[in-house]
């Protein structure tokens, strides 16, 4: 049976068990627990924090986890990745005191940069031909300027928020992440094709989540040009109506375009538009 790794608690937590949900897996219990079971696919739940999850992976204790790229990259583990997710996006950045005039990377030569991520950051500098003097913390990294601990830190950044409350400044992207499902280089036949299946179900669910279903009302006459408006579907549903010369054309559309297609479309003459969330989308 699959064992999955998946964070315990903290951001990506609720994402993943939403991802599990909504693939129709639910998992027993609390979680107090540190291993779960679950029905609605053969796998087994362990809980753990996601600086372990790599290495879980890769020692075979976790035949799959569900870990930000960042963590991945960071722990170097011999493990694959599978799919990106879709949740939990954020990048690593260089950031240094607004005040600090900052002139280019070169900046950093000679200075004290605080992180988590030492190893990233090591290979960065390396590539740039930079020489500074990392320095590994735990956790509050954005402090580290301010009480003179460093020069400037290499965190993880999101909003960007964090960052501006404590005077600091992005400069540079070093790596961007998202949560990704990785899995054990050696597992057998069984546990691969399982894992397909349990990918198929993924897929599914993350290309949906930024889908509309569309439907509308249309001029028979305008359905060919509507269509050409429509790439990437193989065609658009076309029913045609009780009145002569209308038909109903049902479409889905990424949210990114909704709104000019559905423009476009009312200059075709379409009426009655309905949009609908997308659940679930199986190619
Ligand atoms: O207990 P455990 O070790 O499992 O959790 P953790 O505390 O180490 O990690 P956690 O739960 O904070 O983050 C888990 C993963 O979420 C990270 O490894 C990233 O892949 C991803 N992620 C996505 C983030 C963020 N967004 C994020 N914003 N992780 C941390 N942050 C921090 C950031 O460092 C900053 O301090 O959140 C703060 C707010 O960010 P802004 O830019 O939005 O202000
Ligand atoms: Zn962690």
């Known amino acids: 049976m699959l064992q999955i790794a998946i964070q315990a608690k903290g951001r990506l937590n609720e994402d993943t068990m939403a991802l599990l949900a909504d693939a129709g897996i ?26 372990d999850i790599p290495q879980a992976v ?20 011999d493990i694959a990745e599978v799919m990106r997710l879709g949740f939990g996006s954020c990048r690593l950045s260089l950031a240094v005191p607004r005040n600090a005039g900052y002139t280019g990377s070169g900046w950093f030569e000679g200075k004290r940069i605080a992180t988590s991520y030492p190893n990233i950051l090591r290979e ?31 965190d993880i950044v999101s909003s960007g928020g964090t960052l501006i409350q404590n005077g600091l400044e992005e400069v ?11 899995r054990n280089r050696h597992l057998n036949a069984e546990k691969l094709a399982d894992i397909e ?10 290309d949906s989540r ?13 359905v060919e040009t509507a269509a050409a408006l429509l790439p990437g579907m193989r065609s658009p549903t076309v029913l045609p ?34 949009v609908l969330a997308l659940e679930n989308m199986i190619r």
């Not at 540079?172 to 990785?182: D, F, G, I, K, W």
């Open 26 to 51: 639910s998992v027993a219990g609390g979680k107090r627990k540190l291993v779960a079971e679950t029905t609605g696919f053969p796998m087994r739940v362990l809980y753990l924090r996601d600086d």
């Open 58 to 77: 890769e020692t075979g204790v976790a035949d799959i986890g569900i870990v930000g790229m960042n963590e991945v990259a960071e722990k170097n583990c």
């Open 124 to 154: 960065y500098f390396k590539k740039q031909g930079i020489a500074a003097d990392i320095h590994e913390i735990a956790g509050s990294v954005e402090i580290a300027p301010a009480v003179g601990m460093a020069d400037a830190i290499f």
């Open 172 to 182: 540079v992207q070093v790596l961007r992440s998202e949560a990704v499902l990785v």
């Open 197 to 206: 299946k349990l990918q198929f179900r993924f897929r599914s669910i993350v």
């Open 210 to 222: 930024d889908m509309k279903y569309v439907l509308m009302n249309l001029p028979a006459e305008n």
């Open 241 to 274: 109506l009780a009145a002569e010369g209308w038909c109903s054309l049902h479409v889905v559309i990424h949210e990114n375009e909704l709104w000019e297609k559905i423009e476009r479309l009312k200059a075709l003459g379409a009426e009655g538009i309905l």
